[in-house]
């Protein structure tokens, strides 16, 4: 018994098994995780390592060296860079796309583990921190209020911090730009030095005053107390009454210093809209629900605004706005595409009902893959939702063609529910046949290696379970539904209209006229069709190139780099022409972190900074497009915008993480014996890419050289005196800049001392070696001299470059790539200049290859389920004559809306292979039972086009009209599937063509070839 027939004689249980998954799938609904992307694990590790007080050249051939020997020849590891800083080492290991993460840090961390005794002893132990884009920040804020700035902080740090990360789903928020206190000790250089003192002799007598120790017990009886000890400092005043000195004289540290609280030298800076402000930066769990965990952080503001009304917070950025809307839009467009869908069902069917009951389908279809997706582990993210997007016009296929069958039946006067039975029992061969070729297109994609592959996981399964839930409801509830019709009206009329009355009549005459054109010109059909193929090589070669849609989220991140040695003030005095520029423009909310970042920015990807670096996040004004903006923001700037600007339009979410201005950055690295070399010729290279139109913010990945004084220690002059070389160093640290002394514990709170050089003497050196030690200057032991010395080091697969990047604006990283590679080679570099041109064009012509072998795996996979299914090798050969065809008509639809070809695009590519080829299966099943039942060839073929014609018409209809709200990119995230509905679209049009008149046409030519070979071989023996 077949599962039509099965279904229709228990229509009971057939309705309560599918409302039963229907149920869980309402369930399902609820319980899926809301993410905007899917969980993708990043195959990059990142070491950072610390040799305080080293200069970029002693970092690089002494920590940098060592640990990229290390690591080296680690399996998988694709790429090492390694940018050495003062003091601080960052070496990044980009691993093949595959690797097992889990077992990779675990080997990286043990080799690091093998070269510790390999790194100079002040260097401290390599930190080994995993790159993931779930988490990143998913929220922004700051913090305004009037008077101090440190009472905000105070707040910022101790409530509002404390109270968001005791949410669900919040891992960690940082406090940025929060003023720390300090208890300042400014000695007067003068005094100091008549009692030959230096500011480390200061500080070990203020440590010594300030010690800690242990009260003990006593006993009285038969009780036993507590000893408490008070030898730390409890307040300030008491700092003063240390003595310091010779003891006889009796001088306290109040005679030749000041002690006050105040603020320490700012390290980072917040400012929002100008204004001083505190920043709040909030960190998910991986895998939390971000929309559900920024709801829960929007519910305790309003609690905290009710608390502390004089506070006043902004929310800056929130990726949950973007996830919000984005998946609203998507599912709105969802919802739009069904609606049309129908409406072309309606319009051609003509009966209500059982238009209703084929819409039935989609939404039925979602419910149940919700329940698989869920068991799949698979989220409800920007992607999976595209699955199902893509999905609503293929969901109604099956149904179609069952309803059409059955409707032909009942119009021969069978019972409707003898017809439900005998329509699903004709077409499911075929449909199974076509059902499964499209399921054979997605299945490669999940196993396929690469960022693409990694995110287009989730659609594919979105796709697969949808569909497979569409073809078992065409097989078993719409029986059931068309079993349960009344019979034909009484007037004798059919139960369903003929298909089309007045039109419907004339574009049936229009096929077969043009299908009889067709096979009496089969050389002209092969001419157009091979003309077409050349116009889509073409056009495919003229179309932009990159890896993935640059998606506008609304906000500009802008990156400010100033000259190295930059004060903090003339930063944030930069930043500040910065947001005066985009509020001019219309923006509102400017958000800047001036300085460096915080551990969990740091963590989580971003730059380290120092005072000369800035991060603005830059809401763009609804009117406007953020690539606009950003370009109208670089004529206001073009100072900044000549090298010291770069902006990223998508860096805050983790989708901007991905694809972001990494993804659209092309490199040259500038190789040479001599890094001054290198650095000379990467300006050329800079220069000269500067004026590529296609390009913007070009510039120098690392800074340049700055002024630095090097001293020298007189080492004979040293020994002599009887000083310790570390007294020196100490002398000097403490000259400039101060020397830590101990901290003022209280009874929540730690305030660190300081022991500087009052005035303008602290960061003057000459005060610095007037510095005495044993009677001695500091500058009678030590020589001076002033060099410029790298700020960065850059090494690239362990040898040092210069690396000059540039963000790609039009055309697409492909030819920026090709216009750049053209650039380099008019150049004429001496001997020993090397470079490398890399960027995310590597990463797009990875994937591009890796989609498509997908491409040919699954026409490989379909060409054999095909030959299964109608038993021929040359039966599936016709069929995928609509393989190319199908992907010419997508490439024009991108060439006429200007999109790209991307990943995305191709994933259109390779969908309509499997559309493709189920309305050719379908087709060629009915050709084939005409045949069977005694029609000539040419008969056949024209019985069995006019046959399916509804059919395919309706469902490559309802494909188009399914993906066409896409194809406008409306909303947040709309551009991410115009080139998948473009490409589609343009597929369905050209793959419907090639269905009603190539492929018929190829059959007969092939099949009456074999005829007439079965003539010629008769013809011989039938002779006397």
């Given at each position: 018994?077949?599962?039509?027939?099965?279904?229709?004689?228990?229509?009971?249980?057939t309705?309560?098994?599918?409302?039963?998954?229907?149920?869980?799938g309402?369930?399902?609904l609820?319980?899926?995780?809301?993410?905007?992307?899917p969980?993708?694990?990043?195959?990059?590790l990142t070491?950072r390592?610390?040799?305080?007080?080293?200069?970029?050249?002693?970092?690089?051939r002494?920590?940098?060296?060592?640990?990229?020997?290390?690591?080296a020849?680690?399996?998988?590891?694709?790429e090492?860079?390694?940018?050495?800083?003062?003091?601080q080492?960052?070496?990044?290991a980009?691993?093949?796309?595959?690797?097992?993460?889990?077992?990779?840090?675990?080997?990286?961390?043990?080799?690091?583990?093998n070269?510790?005794?390999?790194?100079?002893?002040?260097?401290?132990?390599?930190?080994?921190?995993?790159?993931?884009?779930?988490?990143?920040?998913?929220?922004?804020?700051?913090?305004?209020g009037p008077?101090?700035?440190?009472?905000?902080?105070?707040?910022a740090?101790?409530?509002?911090a404390?109270r968001?990360?005791?949410?669900?789903?919040?891992?960690?928020v940082a406090?940025v730009?929060a003023?720390?206190?300090e208890?300042?000790?400014?000695v007067?250089?003068?005094?100091?030095?008549?009692?030959?003192?230096s500011?480390?002799?200061?500080?070990?007598?203020?440590?010594?005053?300030?010690?800690?120790a242990?009260?003990?017990?006593?006993?009285?009886?038969?009780?036993?107390?507590?000893?408490r000890?008070?030898?730390?400092?409890?307040t300030?005043?008491?700092?003063?009454?240390?003595?310091?000195?010779?003891?006889?004289?009796?001088?306290?540290?109040a005679?030749?210093a000041?002690i006050?609280l105040s603020?320490?030298?700012p390290?980072?800076?917040?400012?929002?809209?100008?204004?001083?402000?505190?920043?709040?930066?909030?960190?998910?769990?991986?895998?939390?629900?971000?929309?559900?965990?920024?709801?829960?952080?929007?519910?305790?503001?309003?609690?905290?605004?009710?608390?502390?009304?004089?506070?006043?917070?902004?929310?800056?950025?929130?990726?949950?706005?973007f996830?919000?809307?984005?998946l609203?839009?998507?599912?709105?467009?969802?919802?739009?595409?069904?609606?049309?869908?129908?409406?072309?069902?309606?319009?051609?069917?003509?009966?209500?009902?059982?238009?209703?009951?084929?819409?039935?389908?989609?939404?039925?279809?979602?419910?149940?893959?919700?329940?698989?997706?869920?068991?799949?582990?698979?989220?409800?993210?920007?992607?999976?939702?595209?699955?199902l997007?893509?999905?609503?016009?293929?969901?109604?296929?099956n149904?179609?063609?069952?309803?059409?069958?059955?409707?032909r039946?009942?119009?021969?006067?069978i019972?409707?529910?003898?017809?439900?039975?005998?329509a699903?029992?004709?077409?499911?061969?075929?449909?199974?046949a076509?059902t499964?070729?499209?399921?054979l297109?997605?299945?490669?994609?999940i196993?396929?290696?690469?960022?693409?592959?990694?995110?287009f996981?989730?659609?594919?399964?979105?796709?697969?379970?949808?569909?497979?839930?569409?073809?078992?409801?065409?097989?078993?509830?719409?029986?059931?539904?068309?079993?349960?019709?009344?019979?034909?009206?009484?007037?004798?009329?059919?139960?369903?209209?003929?298909?089309?009355?007045?039109t419907?009549?004339?574009l049936?005459?229009l096929?077969?006229?043009?299908?009889?054109?067709s096979?009496?010109?089969?050389?002209?059909?092969?001419?157009?069709?091979?003309?077409?193929?050349?116009?889509?090589?073409?056009?495919?070669?003229?179309?932009?190139?990159?890896?993935?849609?640059?998606?506008?989220?609304?906000?500009v991140?802008?990156g400010?780099?100033?000259?190295?040695?930059?004060?903090?003030?003339?930063?944030?005095?930069?930043a500040?022409?910065?947001?005066?520029?985009?509020?001019?423009?219309?923006?509102?909310?400017?958000?800047?972190?001036?300085?460096?970042?915080t551990?969990?920015?740091?963590l989580?990807?971003?730059?380290?900074?120092?005072?000369?670096?800035?991060?603005?996040?830059?809401?763009?004004?609804?009117?406007?497009?953020?690539?606009?903006?950003?370009e109208?923001?670089?004529?206001?700037?073009?100072?900044?915008a000549?090298?010291a600007?770069?902006l990223?339009?998508?860096?805050?979410?983790?989708?901007?993480s991905?694809i972001?201005?990494?993804?659209?950055?092309?490199?040259?690295?500038?190789?040479?014996?001599?890094?001054?070399?290198?650095?000379?010729?990467?300006?050329?290279?800079?220069?000269?890419?500067?004026?590529?139109?296609?390009?913007?913010?070009?510039?120098?990945?690392?800074r340049?050289?700055?002024?630095?004084?090097?001293?020298?220690?007189e080492r004979q002059?040293?020994?002599?005196?009887?000083?310790?070389v570390?007294?020196v160093?100490?002398?000097?640290?403490?000259?400039?800049?101060?020397?830590?002394?101990?901290?003022?514990?209280?009874t929540?709170?730690?305030?660190p001392?300081?022991v500087?050089?009052?005035?303008?003497a602290?960061?003057?050196?000459?005060?610095?070696?007037?510095?005495?030690?044993?009677?001695?200057?500091?500058?009678?032991?030590?020589?001076?001299?002033?060099?410029?010395?790298?700020i960065?080091?850059?090494?690239?697969?362990?040898?040092?470059?210069t690396?000059?990047?540039?963000?790609?604006?039009?055309?697409?990283?492909?030819?920026?790539?090709?216009d750049?590679?053209?650039?380099?080679?008019t150049?004429?570099?001496?001997?020993?200049?090397?470079?490398?041109?890399?960027?995310?064009?590597?990463?797009r012509?990875?994937?591009?290859?890796?989609?498509?072998?997908?491409?040919?795996?699954?026409?490989?996979?379909?060409?054999?389920?095909?030959?299964g299914?109608?038993?021929?090798?040359?039966?599936?050969l016709?069929?995928?004559?609509?393989?190319?065809l199908?992907a010419?008509?997508?490439?024009?639809v991108?060439?006429?809306?200007?999109?790209?070809?991307?990943?995305?695009?191709?994933?259109?590519m390779?969908v309509m292979?499997?559309?493709?080829?189920?309305?050719?299966?379908?087709?060629?099943d009915?050709?084939?039972?005409?045949?069977?039942?005694?029609?000539?060839?040419?008969?056949?073929?024209?019985?069995?086009?006019?046959?399916?014609?509804?059919?395919?018409?309706?469902?490559?209809?309802?494909?188009?009209?399914?993906?066409?709200?896409?194809?406008?990119?409306?909303?947040s995230?709309?551009?991410l599937?115009?080139?998948?509905?473009?490409?589609?679209?343009?597929?369905?049009?050209?793959?419907?063509?090639?269905?009603?008149?190539?492929?018929p046409?190829?059959?007969?030519?092939?099949?009456?070839?074999?005829?007439?070979?079965?003539?010629?071989?008769v013809?011989?023996?039938?002779?006397?």
């Open positions: 018994m077949s599962l039509s027939a099965s279904s229709v004689r228990r229509p009971v249980s309705i309560a098994a599918v409302l039963g998954l229907v149920l869980l309402s369930v399902s609820g319980r899926l995780p809301v993410a905007l992307l969980d993708v694990t990043l195959p990059v070491i390592t610390d040799l305080s007080g080293a200069a970029p050249p002693e970092v690089s002494f920590v940098a060296e060592p640990i990229e020997e290390a690591i020849a680690t399996p998988g590891l694709v090492l860079r390694s940018v050495a800083r003062t003091g080492l960052t070496t990044t980009r691993f093949a796309w595959g690797t097992d993460m889990a077992s990779t840090v675990l080997t990286v961390r043990e080799r690091l583990d070269a510790r005794g390999l790194l100079p002893d002040q260097a401290s132990r390599p930190t080994l921190l995993t790159s993931d884009p779930g988490e990143r920040p998913i929220a922004v804020l700051a913090l305004t008077g101090d700035l440190r009472s905000v902080s105070r707040t740090e101790e409530v509002h404390r968001l990360e005791q949410l669900e789903g919040v891992a960690s406090v730009g003023p720390k206190d208890i300042r000790v400014d007067d250089p003068a005094r100091m030095r008549a009692l030959g003192l500011p480390t002799d200061v500080a070990r007598a203020i440590e010594a005053a300030n010690a800690t242990p009260g003990g017990t006593i006993r009285r009886g038969q009780f036993r107390f507590s000893v000890a008070l030898t730390e400092f409890r300030s005043e008491e700092i003063g009454a240390t003595p310091v000195g010779p003891a006889q004289r009796g001088i306290t540290l005679d030749i000041t006050s603020t320490a030298d390290l980072t800076m917040v400012q929002l809209d100008g204004s001083p402000a505190v920043g709040l930066v909030v960190y998910k769990d991986a895998g939390a629900n971000t929309v559900a965990v920024t709801q829960r952080i929007y519910g305790s503001l309003g609690q905290l605004e009710e608390e502390f009304p004089e506070i006043g917070m902004t929310v800056v950025a929130a990726q949950a706005r996830v919000r809307d984005a609203s839009n998507l599912g709105q467009e969802i919802v739009l595409g069904g609606f049309l869908s129908l409406l072309v069902i309606l319009f051609f069917l003509r009966d209500w009902r059982a238009s209703l009951a084929i819409g039935l389908i989609v939404p039925l279809s979602v419910l149940i893959a919700l329940v698989l997706l869920q068991l799949l582990h698979v989220s409800v993210n920007i992607l999976s939702l595209g699955g997007a893509l999905g609503v016009g293929l969901l109604v296929d149904a179609i063609v069952v309803a059409e069958a059955g409707a039946l009942r119009d021969q006067g019972a409707p529910d003898t017809a439900a039975i005998m699903g029992e004709e077409v499911s061969g075929p449909l199974t076509g499964l070729t499209t399921l297109v997605f299945g490669p994609i196993f396929v290696q690469g960022l693409a592959a990694a995110l996981r989730d659609l594919s399964l979105s796709v697969v379970t949808s569909l497979s839930a569409a073809l078992i409801l065409a097989l078993t509830l719409m029986p059931v539904m068309m079993a349960r019709r009344k019979r034909a009206a009484r007037d004798g009329s059919p139960s369903t209209p003929v298909w089309g009355a007045r419907g009549a004339h049936t005459d096929y077969e006229r043009g299908m009889h054109w096979l009496d010109h089969p050389p002209r059909v092969f001419a157009i069709a091979v003309g077409s193929v050349l116009v889509m090589t073409l056009l495919a070669s003229r179309l932009p190139k990159e890896i993935l849609p640059q998606v506008d989220e609304g906000v991140v802008a400010l780099s100033l000259p190295e040695g930059t004060a903090i003030e003339e930063t944030a005095r930069q500040k022409r910065l947001e005066t520029a985009a509020e001019e423009l219309g923006s509102v909310g400017v958000y800047a972190r001036i300085g460096a970042a551990d969990e920015e740091v989580s990807g971003a730059d380290p900074g120092s005072s000369s670096t800035a991060q603005l996040i830059i809401p763009v004004p609804v009117s406007r497009s953020a690539a606009r903006f950003a109208a923001l670089r004529t206001r700037v073009p100072d900044l000549a090298g600007l770069a990223d339009l998508a860096g805050q979410t983790e989708f901007g991905l972001g201005r990494e993804g659209r950055l092309v490199r040259v690295e500038v190789g040479a014996p001599r890094l001054a070399m290198s650095a000379a010729w990467a300006d050329t290279v800079r220069t000269a890419m500067a004026t590529l139109p296609r390009l913007s913010d070009v510039r120098e990945s690392q340049g050289t700055q002024p630095m004084i090097e001293i020298s220690l002059r040293i020994a002599e005196r009887g000083i310790d570390q007294a160093a100490a002398a000097l640290a403490g000259g400039l800049g101060g020397v830590s002394a101990s901290e003022l514990r209280e929540d709170r730690r305030t001392i300081t500087r050089l009052a005035g303008n602290n960061e003057d050196l000459g005060a610095a070696l007037q510095t005495t030690i044993k009677g001695v200057p500091v500058g009678d032991l030590v020589s001076v001299r002033e060099v410029r010395a790298p960065e080091v850059v090494r690239v697969n362990q040898r040092p470059v690396v000059v990047e540039a963000t790609v604006e039009t055309g697409g990283t492909a030819r920026a790539s090709s750049v590679s053209k650039l380099l080679a150049l004429s570099p001496p001997p020993g200049i090397t470079w490398t041109l890399s960027g995310a064009d590597q990463e012509r990875r994937t591009s290859q890796e989609l498509l072998l997908v491409a040919l795996l699954s026409i490989a996979l379909v060409f054999l389920v095909l030959a299914e109608f038993a021929s090798f040359t039966v599936p016709v069929i995928m004559l609509t393989v190319p199908a010419a008509g997508g490439i024009v991108l060439w006429l809306t200007g999109q790209s070809l991307n990943a995305v695009s191709m994933i259109g390779v292979i499997g559309i493709a080829d189920n309305d050719a299966v379908v087709k060629l009915a050709i084939r039972r005409f045949r069977a039942e005694g029609l000539p060839l040419r008969e056949a073929i024209i019985a069995g086009g006019r046959q399916r014609l509804r059919a395919i018409a309706m469902t490559s209809l309802t494909t188009i009209m399914g993906v066409l709200p896409l194809v406008f990119g409306f909303g995230g709309g551009e599937y115009q080139p998948l509905a473009a490409g589609v679209i343009g597929g369905s049009v050209s793959a419907t063509l090639v269905t009603f008149f190539l492929m046409t190829a059959y007969y030519v092939i099949e009456r070839r074999s005829e007439d070979a079965a003539h010629r071989s013809a011989p023996s039938a002779r006397p």
